[in-house]
T-cell receptor, first 111, second 113 residues
Framework: DAKTTQPNSMESNEEEPVHLPCNHS???????IHWYRQLPSQGPEYVIH???SNVNNRMASLAIAEDRKSSTLILHRATLRDAAVYYC????????????FGPGTRLSVLP | ETGVTQTPRHLVMGMTNKKSLKCEQH?????MYWYKQSAKKPLELMFV???????ENNSVPSRFSPECPNSSHLFLHLHTLQPEDSALYLC????????????FGPGTRLTVL
């Protein structure tokens, strides 16, 4: 499976933008980039996904490097509720692979 | 809201007990999953069901026995567990499509004494 590398932890101030990086240098052409997050005492929840182009939804934006070897999840205005572990996952749609969760990035949001 | 419910939310059991975890999804998905999340460790995929058929078993010990009677329900039967099986057990559902976005339940926090 293609692997991802994320910082163990990050901090942000409330109401400021947050950029969460993910490196995936061995990504293949059929790997989707998925982001999930896990709030305390809850199951993971879907945030966003992309293949080649940048993506926006109501939760976040996903910026994908031109060579696809890295991506950044952007929270435009962090709130206390955004404090969670964020997972960047690659999944090869061509083979119908399952998700492999790494340790993710623990985001703390300071008031 | 996720549309995936799990019961019970908390369970304490002895090593000789038999118990079952239940998962129900109301999203019309055809794939369901069991994951295990131990303290300080990433989520580990345990079992995958597609259209009620088990398609993956990630070398899970036989003391964990899944059951999928229909596309909406998934069970995990537990017997003679060990203390190291204490963890958060998460159920998820998804469509077997190209993107396969998964929707997770809140989990069952299991403690084995």
């Amino acid at each position: 499976d293609a692997k991802t590398t994320q910082p163990n932890s990050m901090e942000s101030n409330e109401e400021e933008p947050v950029h969460l990086p993910c490196n995936h240098s061995t990504i293949s052409g059929t790997d989707y980039i998925h982001w999930y997050r896990q709030l305390p005492s809850q199951g993971p929840e879907y945030v966003i996904h992309g293949l080649t182009s940048n993506v926006n939804n109501r939760m976040a934006s996903l910026a994908i490097a031109e060579d696809r070897k890295s991506s950044t999840l952007i929270l435009h205005r962090a709130t206390l509720r955004d404090a969670a572990v964020y997972y960047c996952i690659l999944r090869d749609y061509g083979y119908g692979q399952n998700f492999v969760f790494g340790p993710g990035t623990r985001l703390s949001v300071l008031p | 809201e996720t549309g995936v419910t799990q019961t019970p939310r908390h369970l304490v059991m002895g090593m000789t007990n038999k118990k079952s975890l239940k998962c129900e999804q109301h999203l019309g998905h055809n794939a369901m999953y069991w994951y295990k999340q131990s303290a300080k460790k990433p989520l580990e995929l345990m079992f995958v069901y597609n259209f009620k058929e088990q398609t993956e078993n990630n070398s899970v010990p036989s003391r964990f026995s899944p059951e999928c009677p229909n596309s909406s329900h998934l069970f995990l039967h537990l017997h003679t567990l060990q203390p190291e099986d204490s963890a958060l057990y998460l159920c998820a559902s998804g469509s077997s499509g190209r993107v396969n976005t998964q929707y997770f339940g809140p989990g069952t926090r299991l403690t084995v004494l």
